[in-house]
């Protein structure tokens, strides 16, 4: 008996098409397209939209909002005046308050309708945030006179070695140093956290931790290793009181009696 026999269709022959091999210009435009597309939908969604102005606004604040900015472009143009000294530190402090806060709070609210309150601009849950920030100053303290004794924070703190020259100086500076944590605050607990919360939950929490830790390379290793803690503590603590406010307080409190601590200890005598 004979056996019977298959025969395949040729390609372009009726009855079929041409399969798309990995290869053929066909297919490669085809993913190229499919490329394409699936960045703009990750660039459109809400929290791809919030991740990729937050990181740009990151990279702008580096490149034109620190002080060595104002030290280059500034400065000469400016002249002698009576706070040149901590200008570039208080030029920082106001391109802080400015790109983290001013331009994503307008953002958020044109791109994705948010109202500031709903990015933790309202009081929240006050009772568990005044609790939070009495007892995570009290837990922080014996920590920060400690470190105040170790070498690489005296170096490092003031940030700007200059605001040490004057008590006039010092003061001005620590006053624009308190309205840097605004800024600071809003953009990781407030922006970032609250636009992608819907979408990842408490992961949110996590997820801004990394770019704030990441802005902590530099700084002495107990306080970048730190920092990784500290925002997970901190975007919890926003997350929970549905406001930023206690996270400012406390991380301005614990930044600010640093400071002073160095200021009493090594400053410009009394």
Do not use: C
Not at 107 to 121: E, K, V, Y
Not at 238 to 254: E, F, M, N, P
């Amino acid at each position: 008996m004979k056996k019977p026999t298959h025969t395949s269709a040729a390609p372009g022959a009726a009855g079929g098409s041409a399969p798309l091999t990995p290869s053929s210009p066909k297919s490669i435009a085809t993913e190229l397209s499919t490329l394409v597309l699936d960045a703009w939908r990750a660039l459109t969604s809400r929290p791809g939209g919030a991740l990729t102005l937050a990181t740009a606004l990151l990279l702008l604040w580096q490149y034109y909002g620190f002080p060595y900015t104002y030290d280059v472009r500034l400065d000469k143009a400016l002249g002698a005046w009576r706070y040149q000294p901590i200008a570039g530190s208080l030029y920082w402090f106001a391109t802080n308050v400015l790109m983290l806060l001013v331009v994503p709070l307008l953002a958020a609210r044109w791109l994705w309708r948010r109202p500031a309150r709903s990015l933790g601009l309202g009081a929240g849950n006050w009772r568990v945030g005044v609790a939070a920030v009495a007892i995570g100053y009290l837990v922080m303290l014996p920590a920060v006179i400690l470190a105040s004794t170790w070498a690489d924070f005296r170096w490092a703190y003031p940030l700007d070695p200059d605001a040490l020259r004057s008590h006039e100086l010092f003061w001005v500076y620590e006053a624009g140093y308190a309205s840097f944590f605004v800024g600071w605050e809003f953009f990781f607990r407030g922006f970032l956290l609250f636009i992608l919360e819907p979408a990842f939950g408490l992961a949110a929490v996590a997820m801004q931790m990394v770019p704030f830790a990441l802005m902590h390379v530099g700084k002495p290793i107990a306080e970048t290793l730190g920092s990784v803690i500290a925002g997970i503590i901190l975007g919890a603590l926003a997350l929970r009181t549905r406001s930023i406010w206690y996270g400012v307080a406390l991380h301005a409190a614990v930044a600010l009696t640093l400071d002073i601590i160095v200021y009493v200890r090594w400053g410009p005598p009394f």
